[in-house]
């Protein structure tokens, strides 16, 4: 008798193969669709060649400035501080002195480039070059002390602006928060675009680094023409990227003062006034309102703390005693006399037409000035 070997797999017609394969081409076929219909709904018709903001890229194209390849620059060099912590180690008037240097060397700087550009534009020299050999080995070894004190440098203004901050308190587990940081670099400028019938900043774009001035200009032109628009190239002093984009300057306050409103910036993110800044024209004038105010306020004082010989010189109070000596009025009266004086309002006809206020004493009326307070 014969046994016939059973195959336990099963055996499926070329039929209902066919079947199966076409059953799961359309279910892709109509999954596919499904996605197409979204995508067609959700997205915008692109290219939007009819769009300002399609238009105005189109007219700034490869003149853009590339944050990306900044913040990741920027990045590294303050993650390099940051784990040496030189700055640390310094005492308080070596760090002083340090920032100081370093803001004395970018002046030398700015000075070199300025006699260079100076020869090159004199029709009198004949080779530019050779005339300026000097100044070009002299700039370069500026330029190298400038790298070399820059991370230091930048690291003591960051610890003081962030000093008084906390003082402040403005902070986060007892220190500042955001960190204060901030780096020096070239910065780009701004194509600023507004409406031809009003002064509102409609829109903005960063530029690259460099752009000579035919390019600009270029760039105006067309926003006119193409778009009916006014536009205009100015210069930054400061971005608010984190860290903060700075311009080189060898001005202690500014750079105190502009430290602090861009970190301001920083600070505001969370809050409603920073959230439709690019949006919104009047919350972006709030927010560059409010952080003028702090940053002026804490240059101030960052000034008045740690280099106090460039307190500018309308913030310098004269003594009180030394007034009483010299016995001269002074224009930094005080608003109100000194305590025991305890004078009366009184209003004389000769002052109801000015409306200006003076003061009685001993059934005299006299005028608010410091030689009156002092006697």
Sequence with gaps: MKRTAVSLCPIYPLTIILSMRKQRFLRAG?????????AFLLVPNWPAFGQEQ???????GPHSFDFAVWEMQAIWTKAEA?????????????????????????????????????????????????????????LAATRAQI????????????????????????????????????????????LIVSPRDKIER???????????????????????????????????????????????TSNINWLAEVTAHEWSHHWFMPYPISLNYVSDPQVRTINETVASIVGREIGEQVIARFYPEF?????????????????????????WPRRGLRPRRCWQPATLKGRKRIWRRGGRCFWPTATAFAN
């Design 311 to 335: 307190v500018p010189r309308h913030l310098r109070r004269q003594p009180l005693r030394r007034r009483r000596a010299t016995n001269q009025p002074s224009t930094l009266a005080p608003k």
């Design 54 to 60: 399609y238009q105005l890229r189109a007219i700034v």
């Design 202 to 248: 409609q829109d903005q774009f960063p530029l690259a680094v460099g752009l000579t001035t035919p390019q600009k200009e270029e760039m105006e032109t067309a926003v006119f023409d193409q778009l009916n628009l006014s536009a205009l190239v100015v210069p930054i002093g400061g971005l608010a990227t984190y860290p903060a984009m700075i311009m080189e």
């Design 30 to 38: 109509k999954l596919l669709i499904l996605l197409c219909l979204l």
């Design 82 to 138: 940051i784990l040496a912590d030189g700055q640390a180690f310094l005492d308080e008037a070596t760090r002083r002195q340090l920032a100081l240097d370093y803001l004395a060397a970018i002046q030398t700087s700015s000075r070199l480039n300025w006699e260079i550009e100076q020869m090159y534009v004199n029709p009198d020299i004949a080779d530019p070059d050779a005339a300026s050999q000097a100044q070009q080995a002299e």
């Design 147 to 190: 790298a070399r004190l820059q991370p230091l440098a930048e690291a003591v203004v960051q610890d003081q602006v962030a000093e008084i901050l906390r003082e402040q308190g403005l902070t986060a587990v007892n220190e500042t928060w955001p960190p204060v940081l901030m780096h020096m670099t070239p910065l780009p400028a701004l």
